[in-house]
């Protein structure tokens, strides 16, 4: 063990050396040096991604995952079982026959953006920064629409290229229900049970899908269980699987309008975000101020809470921007 951690490298020694040496001696000696450090460290993987980042660091922190979606994600049940037990599932697979494909949905401010940040950072400590994490949004990279053909075969060379360098990529597709129509199904054979793509294997890449559409539906079925008197987390992803996965397949406006990824049965796992009531509002002001520091302030608390304006107009159940503009509504309170 001493070998790997020595308390002072060798190239921290050469300033000490330097008044003995001669200045093209010390030019050699630097870069022998610098040479001998990276042959060293190159020789132990395990030490070499401690200083940087490795694909073959991609390893799930299942433990931490868990602890995340169940501090950090209010009103979830559902989605904390679905992306638990399929991330986890996935990541201890060894040999999986497919990557594995996620298409969150439910309205603004429910928390699809926040759980794959906790997705991508329970595998890889730099989360969205990091290099084997790719996000893209169908407003800033597929603006146009008569690009849509450059546009698929740029999205096919990119994934290609990444997955190459890396097979654990992870993939974000953020405004699905922006995305121009047909331009997802370019990535149908990196979905597919492929064993290799052109010597590229894809198995073990993530690809998650962000979506307001399915939004209304969810809504309306949430609301239904309200009606009769049932909690929400009674609620079970058979009650809105195959009725979300159809209405996405149908709709115009979800990105996946009849697309081969619904169609071949792709993706694995519709993940229904449901609306959030006051109570989640005001667990998402705590949490925000605790992150900034304040103490907890009761009043502070109620009064964002109560900015924030809910649906239907009559029974105000449900926040119709989710925790969306929580952090806004703070700012003006403290």
């Known amino acids: 063990m001493a070998l790997l951690r020595p308390s002072l490298p060798l ?42 980042e490795c694909c073959d660091g991609g390893a799930l922190n299942a433990t931490a995952l868990q602890e995340d979606l169940e501090e950090q994600l209010f009103g979830q049940h559902l989605v904390k079982k679905v992306i638990l037990k399929a991330v986890t599932g996935f990541m201890r697979n060894k040999n999986p026959r ?11 401010g429910t928390g699809k953006n926040l759980v794959s940040q906790i997705i991508a950072r329970n595998i890889y400590k730099e989360g969205l920064q990091s290099q084997y994490v790719h996000q893209f949004v169908s407003t800033l990279h597929f603006k146009h629409a008569h690009e849509v053909n450059n546009y698929k075969d740029q999205l096919q060379l990119w994934i290609r290229g990444n997955v190459t360098n890396c097979e654990r990529s992870i993939f974000i597709f953020d405004e699905m229900d922006k995305m121009l129509p047909g331009l997802i199904d370019a990535i149908k054979p990196f979905l597919d049970y492929y064993d290799h793509i052109e010597g590229v294997s894809y ?39 195959s009725v979300l996965s159809l209405s996405i397949f149908n709709n115009k406006e979800s990105g996946l309008w009849h697309s081969s990824l619904i169609e071949k049965n792709l993706i694995d796992f519709f993940v229904p975000f449901l609306p959030l009531e006051y109570k989640h ?54």
């Open 281 to 334: 509002v005001k667990m998402c002001v705590e949490v925000e101020l605790q992150l900034r520091g304040y103490d907890l302030d009761e009043n502070i608390v109620t009064m964002v809470a109560d900015e924030m304006t809910y649906f239907p107009r009559e029974e105000k159940i449900y926040s119709d921007k989710g925790c969306k503009t929580v952090a806004r509504k703070i700012d003006f309170y403290t």
């Open 98 to 108: 497919k990557p594995l494909a996620l298409s969150l949905h439910g309205w603004t």
């Open 203 to 241: 198995r073990k890449s993530i690809f998650i899908f962000l979506s307001n559409a399915g939004g209304r539906l969810i809504n309306e079925v949430t609301l239904d269980f309200w009606k009769s008197g049932r909690k929400r987390e009674e609620m079970q992803l058979k009650d809105l699987d």
């Open 11 to 52: 190239l921290l020694l050469l300033p000490l050396l330097a008044p003995a040496l001669e200045p093209v001696s010390v030019g050699f000696a630097v870069f022998g040096a610098a040479s001998a450090l990276t042959g060293f460290i190159s020789s132990y993987p395990g030490l070499y991604c401690y200083f940087r």
